[in-house]
């Protein structure tokens, strides 16, 4: 899924000076320059952000791309971006769109009804390369099919056309009713992006190499263009993207001139790095450090709304793990309580089913798995098997996610209560980039693997509709009952049917499938410096940078 590119290097002269290599210096840039540093904990994967489903891309190109909607800050709620207003008509497949006035794209191409149709045919006419759902995982799940679809496990596409009716009108039409259709549109993999880059800069060529997708353009890399409050200033992986403030915006400026984002892996590091001045703020800070920024006079803890769940993915198109009587003992044999009691200091609770208690649909009846070795043993004998069941059980390396703060622990402390259970552990490894997210995607990524999910929007379609509406390569299964039920739950306008609809189809999901184990609802923590001001931490993760200032700035 991701690929190491050669990268132009960001001339060392830019007019906000160069990053700072010491925390002094780093202070004094900030102060100077109206620069933030800010760490994540990895590269992005690509910046087109039609082809990633990780947040630390989505981090970047938050800045630089917009939709024709988005989330208000802080919030799931659907506000105008692009688009100024919509409708839709009484069959409910014909969305119309009146569009913003006067934006440009970072390349001054101008946004208008003919580049969101442009938009809207490139991800329905994507073939090839493209279509393996490590490429296309969002259209995939939104929209299920292409207008070629290459592989029979992709079902027809929800899209059916676009339309102008002018330069700031444009009419998309879907093949049937679709409730999630509108905020699923705040996705940042469905934000629009400059037709003149797509095409000069080659963004629609790729390959698969050793079974992971690789764009061979040099857009996704080099020259990402939208219409964002900054511009894309340059790309060293390992070390840091630079974003510039675009002076052109059609809305109030950023008030920033400069943000430099950089990845450290390592919680530690990013920790000290704060503690020092070296830079302004950092994600996924891990429960355990939150007294540290605490109790320091000169740093700040900002919590991000819990809205995530960390599971333990099953992938039944792998034996033993076809067999529902080895998920179910997996579930039993997982013990979770302690994971959450040992890694998440407080800052999460055990979670029950695929999505977060505050959505709707989420149901108090769904089957629950406490931590039973003897039960889980007791399982495998009755599937007809000899112990101890061996399985391969993958975990990230290099990253820390909100919803996962460690990975290597809590693989650690899975495997250990497995192998009480029954189960013989072959461990595996990727680092978060460039393979394992592609890995865990198409379905090769063990029997089980580490993984969650922060969610996009607030509908449960985003939680279980993305994971199980169709057959996803993840999870190596599909239900004719299961996409039935969430199928008549996708189009119900009715919130009081849909809510009982989510509830059977999460009771369904935990009785009768269980192709997963969720195991946390995590409470995210974010440190800063007391100089940040203006950071709105959002429930979907993806931050937006343009309200922050740093100092007096």
Request: positive net charge.
């Amino acid at each position: 899924m991701k690929r190491r590119p050669k990268l132009l290097l960001l001339a060392a002269a830019l007019a906000v000076g160069a990053l700072a290599q010491t925390a002094t210096a780093a202070h004094h840039e900030a102060a100077a320059t109206g620069t933030m540093i800010y760490a994540g904990a990895a590269d992005p994967t690509y910046l087109d952000p039609a082809l990633v489903s990780d947040g630390e891309s989505f981090r970047i190109t938050k800045q630089i791309f917009e939709g024709l909607v988005d989330l208000k800050p802080g919030t799931t709620q659907v506000v105008p971006k692009l688009a100024l207003s919509w409708s839709v008509d009484k069959s409910r497949t014909k969305w119309t769109f009146n569009l913003r006035p006067k934006v440009k794209f970072h390349d001054g191409t101008p946004f208008n009804a003919a580049a969101v149709c442009y938009n809207f045919d490139r991800w329905y006419n994507f073939s090839g390369p493209f279509q393996d759902p490590g490429a296309t995982f969002y259209y995939q799940s939104i929209f299920y099919g292409f207008k070629n679809n290459a592989s029979s496990t992709l079902s027809p596409s929800l899209f059916k056309g676009c339309r102008t009716h002018g330069a700031l009108r444009v009419v998309i039409t879907l093949t049937k009713p679709n409730g999630p259709f509108l905020p699923s549109l705040a996705l940042q993999s469905f934000a629009m992006q400059s037709p003149t880059a797509l095409k000069q800069y080659d963004a629609d060529s790729a390959q698969i190499v050793n079974g992971s997708f690789r764009p061979t353009g040099t857009y996704a890399f080099q020259h990402p263009t939208g219409t964002g409050p900054f511009k894309f200033g340059g790309w060293t992986v390992k070390e840091k993207v630079i974003l510039n403030r675009n002076d052109q915006y059609w809305g109030p400026k950023a008030k920033l001139a400069t943000v430099v984002v950089r990845p450290i892996a390592d919680n530690s590091a990013r920790v000290q790095a704060l503690q020092t001045g070296e830079i302004n703020g950092m994600d996924l800070l891990q429960p355990q450090d939150v007294p540290t920024v605490k109790g320091n006079a000169n740093l700040k803890v900002l919590s991000r709304p819990s809205f995530n769940v960390a599971y333990v993915g099953i992938n039944q198109a792998k034996p033993p793990t076809n067999n529902l009587l080895v998920r179910k003992a997996i579930a039993y044999g997982l013990d979770r309580q302690a994971v959450v009691n040992s890694f998440y200091a407080g800052r999460a609770q055990v979670a029950d089913e695929f999505q977060p208690p505050q959505l709707f649909g989420w149901s108090k009846n769904v089957v629950k798995y406490p931590y039973n070795p003897d039960k889980a043993k007791q399982l495998l004998q009755q599937a007809g098997l000899t112990l101890p069941v061996t399985l391969d059980f993958w975990y990230p390396t290099g990253v820390s996610r909100p919803y996962m703060p460690d990975p290597q622990r809590n693989f650690e402390a899975f495997a250990a209560s497995l192998e009480k259970s029954g189960f013989k552990i072959v461990a595996h490894s990727a680092p978060w980039r460039p393979d394992y997210v592609a890995k865990v995607n198409s379905g090769d990524a063990g029997n089980i693997n580490l993984i969650g999910w922060t969610g996009d929007y607030g509908d449960p379609d985003d939680f279980i509709g993305v994971f199980f509406q169709k057959f996803n390569p993840q999870f190596g299964f599909s239900n004719a009952k299961l996409t039935a039920l969430l199928d008549k739950a996708e189009q119900e306008t009715n919130l009081e049917t849909r809510i009982k609809l989510y509830q059977q189809a999460n009771e369904m999901i935990m009785r009768d499938i269980v192709p997963g184990v969720p195991y946390a609802h995590s409470v995210p923590a974010l440190g800063f410096q007391k100089s940040v001001n203006g950071y709105i931490a959002s429930p979907i993760g993806t931050d937006p940078f343009a309200t922050v200032s740093v100092g007096g700035q």
